[in-house]
C-alpha cells in the first residue's frame, strides 16, 4: 500500500501557532484499499502523542483487521435510526461536537443520512464538526467526486448515486491518496479481505473488474495531484503576500439555458476547469422575456432549479441576468468581472429554428474575443 499526499508530512499535525480549522481527507480508488485502516492506525499515532482523538463514527465492513484497530481508540456512541425495517447507525454530529475533542474521525463521506437526521449528507456532518473548531480525517473514494460523476459512469458504467462536492475536497488541508496494485487489490479481494466469499464473487463480476479499477486508480492519481497542485499555489500566494485573484488567465464562467439537458455536464466541467486553474468560477443564467416565471415551461422551470442548486454545491456563484438578447449579456457580465474561460455546451442535434437565428454558441464564438470559449458537445446516450 503506498501513501501519496500533498508536500506536506502525510502525518496528521496540530497547528501550534495558527488556530485554523483543519480537514484531511483521505481517497482511494475503491473498498479494501486500506482507507480505514490507515485513519484508524492514525488515530493510536495521534493518541501516543498525546492527542485527544476520537472515533466520530468508523465502517469497518466487518474485516477483522479494521475492527481490531478500534481497540484502545475513544469512539462516540452513534445515533441508532430505524429506516425501512433496519436499524441504520449515523453520525451523532451533536455528541461529536458536545464531546469537544482535538481531532475525530469521520468515515464514508459519500454517504446519504437516514431522514430525521441533522443534515442530509454526511459531508456535511463533516463541515459543522470543523466549524465547531474540531479537527477531521475523514475518507471516500475518488468516483464518489462530485465533478467525476459523468466520466466515471461514462468509463465504468456504473452509476453513481451519492456524491461529494468538489469544493469540500477543495477547502481540505491535505489530501492523501491511498494507493494500492489494482492485483493487489483483486488478490485481497479474492482472499476474504474485503468482503464474504459470496460478496467477493459478486463484486469480481460487477464493479471490481480490472478495466474498471484501473480508471479508477488513475481518476484517483489524477485528482491528488491536482489538489497537491491547488495546495502549492494558495501556498505560493499567501507566502508571497498576494491576495487571491483566481487564475492567471481569469475566472472560469459557465453558461446555462432554462432546461438544458447538459447542464450538469456544463457544471460539472465548469467545477473540474476551476478546480484546475485555481480560479473562482461563475454559473450564468440569462433570463429572457420569455423565460420569466409566469411564462417558463414547468419542466424547463425544474431543470432550472436542479442546475442552480448544483451549481452552488460546486462551489459556483449562481448570477441571473435578465436580457433579451443572451449573448451581449453573458459577454458584458464576462469582461466586468474578470472572465477569462466560458463554458457553454451544443447539443448534438441541431434544428432548423437554429439554422435560421443562428446559434447562440456559435455568437459567443464571434463575440469572445478577449474570452477563451470551450465548447461541449452534448451525447443524448449521455442524459440524466
Known sequence: ????????????????????????????????????????????ELVERGVDAVVGLVETHGRPATAA?????????????????????????????????????????????????????????VQ??????????????????????????REIGVRIHETVPDRFLQQADEVVNLDLAVDDLLERLRTGKIYPADEAA??????????????????????????????ASARARHDDG??????VDGKVMVCLASGSPNATLLLRRGSRMAGRLSSD???VYVETAGEAPAHIAAEAHRRLQESIELARE???????????????????????????????????????????????????????ADVDVHVVAYDPKDAA
Open 281 to 283: 468560477w461563475y454559473a
Open 202 to 231: 459478486r463484486a469480481l463480476d460487477t464493479f471490481f473488474r480490472e478495466s474498471r479499477l484501473r480508471v479508477l486508480r488513475e481518476l484517483a492519481l489524477r485528482e491528488v495531484a491536482e489538489s497537491v497542485e491547488r495546495n
Open 314 to 368: 460546486l462551489g459556483a456563484e449562481f448570477v441571473r441576468l435578465k436580457a433579451q438578447d443572451p449573448v451581449p449579456a453573458l459577454m458584458e457580465f464576462a469582461r466586468t468581472h474578470g472572465v477569462g474561460l466560458l463554458i457553454t455546451g451544443r447539443s448534438a442535434r441541431g434544428g432548423w429554428a437554429e439554422r435560421l437565428r443562428g446559434s447562440v454558441v456559435d455568437r459567443l464564438v464571434r463575440a469572445a
Open 69 to 125: 484497530l478500534l481497540a484502545g481508540l475513544e469512539v462516540v456512541p452513534s445515533r441508532r435510526v430505524e429506516y425501512r425495517g433496519l436499524a441504520v447507525d449515523e453520525l451523532d454530529v451533536d455528541a461529536v461536537i458536545a464531546r469537544a475533542p482535538q481531532v475525530a474521525l469521520i468515515d464514508e463521506v459519500a454517504h446519504t443520512n437516514a431522514p430525521g437526521s441533522k443534515n442530509r449528507r454526511r459531508y456535511q456532518d
Open 1 to 44: 500500500m503506498r501513501e501519496v499526499a500533498t508536500p506536506a508530512n502525510p502525518r496528521f499535525e496540530l497547528p501550534e501557532r495558527d488556530h485554523r480549522d483543519r480537514l484531511k481527507v483521505y481517497i482511494g480508488f475503491a473498498a479494501g484499499v486500506g482507507k480505514t485502516y490507515r485513519m484508524l492506525q492514525e488515530a493510536h
Open 128 to 153: 459543522d464538526v470543523v466549524a465547531a473548531g474540531i479537527h477531521v480525517v475523514c475518507a471516500f473514494n475518488v468516483q464518489h467526486v462530485e465533478s467525476l460523476k459523468d466520466v466515471v459512469e
Open 242 to 247: 498576494t491576495a487571491r485573484h483566481g487564475a
